[in-house]
């Protein structure tokens, strides 16, 4: 069964504004790490940012943010004043498991297309 | 910055053939994983690694093995390549718990 599942398989936006790409996950621990990931058109899979379950508020770096909703199992990205670079691939991915030993599953993925 | 290098880039194998994966990090992480990305399916886990000689077995292991001799190498082995197993390998690295991995660059195998 999928454990990490983003139903959008891709999004076009006009550049500068705002969007949202949703992720649902399901998992049995009590503790766990949600990430979001970036694979860019050469390639390269970068970080991009990190939820800890634990944590009520929502994580922020730059104009990336959070809209975790722990209740629901969801873990949505937001890009604000989106750029042309922004343009690429978009994953979702958990971290569960004893400490030093876990797993990481990840989803699908989003293409986020921006548009000049 | 983190370092994940994969060895080769490219490889082309013939069915049946025995393929090995290699990738190696320099940031002594204890966790190491092996993903496959095929379209429409993201990246899935195929083996992981939580130190030296440790490998686990992640969703999708059947047809691939995996070597941890050392804290820097973790090696893929495909000991009977089939064309299903043409796809974009991803190594990655991390410390536990909460903190992100770091991905090598991709090895893309095509099995003829």
């Known amino acids: 069964a999928q454990k990490v599942t983003q139903t959008q398989t891709s999004i076009s936006v006009m550049e500068k504004t705002t969007v949202t790409m949703d992720c649902v996950y399901e998992t049995q621990d009590s503790s766990y790490f949600l990430f979001w990931y970036k694979q860019t058109a050469s390639g390269e899979i970068v970080f991009l940012i990190r939820q800890d379950s634990y944590k009520k508020e929502n994580a922020t770096v730059g104009h990336y943010s959070l809209n975790f909703q722990k209740p629901k199992s969801s873990i949505g990205l937001i890009i604000t004043a989106t750029q042309i670079e922004d343009s690429a691939v978009y994953f979702c991915a958990m971290r569960e498991g004893h400490y030093g030993n876990e797993k990481i599953t990840f989803g699908a993925g989003t293409k986020l297309t921006i548009k000049p | 910055e983190a370092a994940v290098t994969q060895s080769p880039r490219n490889k082309v194998a013939v069915t049946g053939g025995k393929v090995t994966l290699s990738c190696n990090q320099t940031?002594?992480?204890?966790?190491m994983y092996w993903y496959r990305q095929d379209t429409g399916h993201g990246l899935r886990l195929i083996h992981y690694?939580?130190?030296?000689?440790?490998?686990e077995k992640g969703d999708i292991p059947d047809g691939y093995k995996a070597s941890r001799p050392s804290q820097e190498n973790f090696s893929l082995i495909l000991e009977l390549a089939t064309p299903s197993q043409t796809s974009v390998y991803f190594c990655?690295?991390?410390?536990?718990?909460?903190?992100?991995?770091?991905f090598g660059k991709g090895t893309r195998l095509t099995v003829v």
């Open positions: 690694s939580y130190g030296a000689g440790s490998t």
């Open positions: 990655a690295s991390g410390a536990p718990a909460n903190t992100e991995v770091f």
């Open positions: 940031n002594n992480h204890n966790n």
